[in-house]
């Protein structure tokens, strides 16, 4: 059957160099980003030794940089959360890599286990916490790389909302 609407390709189309995109060295779309994110969270040997815990603080890591991005290995003991913030021009992937955590927004209240994954765009305001009796283990990839994370109140925490007087911007 030939007719203008049948479409019939001779040769295998993936040795047509010209049509292919080369690979690219770092990341650059959010799905880039979140592969990324799985790449590092499966490379279990290249984090796990970095880990570390604190009674008093989160405990945070820069594991590496890239044009534009930053992966941040972060540890939460039971109790411990981040505060309502966002991370100012910043988008991020937050990739849950040991334990659970807890995220809250204004819409909705998610348990993240394990090999959970979370993306989240410039404003976006959540807060995170371990609420659990294990602790738990994160990575976060933030893009452009973090400069800032405004402090919210809670009660404001409706994805974008007035920061809390004064701000606090901490890094991770």
Do not use: K
């Not at 049948?6 to 292919?20: R, T």
């Not at 989160?58 to 939460?76: A, D, M, N, Q």
């Amino acid at each position: 059957m030939n007719s203008d609407s049948d479409l019939q390709i001779a040769g295998d189309l993936l040795e047509v160099p010209h049509l292919l995109q080369p690979p690219r060295e770092h990341p650059a779309t959010v799905a880039e980003f979140a592969g990324l994110a799985r790449r590092v969270a499966a490379d279990r040997a290249q984090w796990e030794p970095l880990v570390r815990y604190d009674a008093t603080t989160r405990w945070y890591h820069r594991l590496r940089t890239g044009p534009g991005y930053e992966v941040w290995l972060l540890s939460w003991l039971p109790g411990q959360d981040s505060g309502t913030h966002d991370h100012g021009p910043s988008s991020g992937v937050l990739t849950v890599l040991d334990g659970t955590l807890t995220e809250r927004t204004g819409r909705a209240t998610r348990a993240l286990a394990a090999g959970a994954q979370r993306v989240f765009a410039p404003g976006c305001v959540h807060e995170v916490v371990n609420d659990t009796l294990e602790p738990a283990v994160s990575l976060h990839v933030y893009f452009p790389g973090l400069t800032e994370m405004p402090m919210h109140h809670p009660a404001r925490c409706e994805g974008r909302a007035e920061p809390a007087a004064p701000l606090r911007s901490v890094t991770a």
